[in-house]
């Protein structure tokens, strides 16, 4: 099955311990890119990837970092996390046609504690 | 710069009643334009998706939107609403380079 896969779905961690959240793609997709999602501002990107080591910021990319060794591989990573990190995270992939669209992993909700 | 403009945090219906989500954007090139949709504690799922071929766009579980280039919107409609439609709604724009600004969302009510 095509599918996006986020581990973990939820992850409740204290300030300032360093984490990782993967993501894996089956699609042999170029492009990867996280989305952050909070209430009453809908979704915004993070960090994106056109292929392997190529990444880029998006439009909050502070307090985030990513890497893309691997072509299925997305992983993001937050090395000192803080209360305002607490949020709902989604990784998405898309092929290289700009008119394909997303296909999203089920989220990770992280607190930040 | 692209943008897209939800209008309306929540919309409610009964069940039965037309359904109308509304969606404008901001883009300096021809658009393409996409509808997701979020069921609790799921990602998103697309729903449909215009790249200018028709501007009438049919989507999965009866959903279509129509672009209008003179409005500047894509608004999206079912004929009649069901229980299971409760959602949230994220409209899109695709800036280039496949990076897509969604909209904050309008999440649907659907009550008996």
């Known amino acids: 099955e095509a599918q996006v896969t986020q581990n973990p779905r939820y992850l409740i961690t204290v300030t300032g311990k360093k984490l990782t959240v993967t993501c894996s793609q089956n699609m042999n997709h170029e492009y990867m890119s996280w989305y952050r999602q909070d209430p009453g501002l809908g979704l915004r990107q993070i960090y994106y990837?056109?292929?392997?080591?190529?990444?880029d910021k998006g439009d909050v990319p502070e307090g985030y970092k990513v890497s893309r060794k691997e072509k299925r591989n997305f992983p993001l990573i937050l090395e000192s996390p803080s209360p305002n990190q607490t949020s709902l995270y989604f990784c998405?992939?898309?092929?290289?046609?700009?008119?394909?669209?997303?296909?999203f992993g089920s989220g990770t909700r992280l607190t930040v504690v | 710069a692209q943008s897209v403009t939800q209008l309306g945090s929540h919309v409610s219906v009964s069940e039965g009643a037309l359904v109308l989500l509304r969606c404008n954007y901001s883009s300096s090139v021809p658009p393409y334009l996409f509808w997701y949709v979020q069921y609790p504690n799921q990602g998103l799922q697309l729903l449909l998706k215009y790249t200018s071929a028709a501007t009438l766009v049919k989507g999965i579980n009866g959903f279509e939107a129509e672009f209008k280039k003179s409005e500047t919107s894509f608004h999206l409609t079912k004929p009649s609403a069901h229980m299971s439609d409760a959602a949230e709604y994220f409209c899109a724009v695709n800036t280039g380079f496949q990076k897509l600004v969604f909209g904050t969302g309008t999440r649907l009510l659907v009550s008996p």
């Open positions: 998405a992939s898309s092929p290289r046609q700009a008119n394909y669209g997303y296909t």
């Open positions: 990837s056109m292929n392997v080591e190529v990444t």
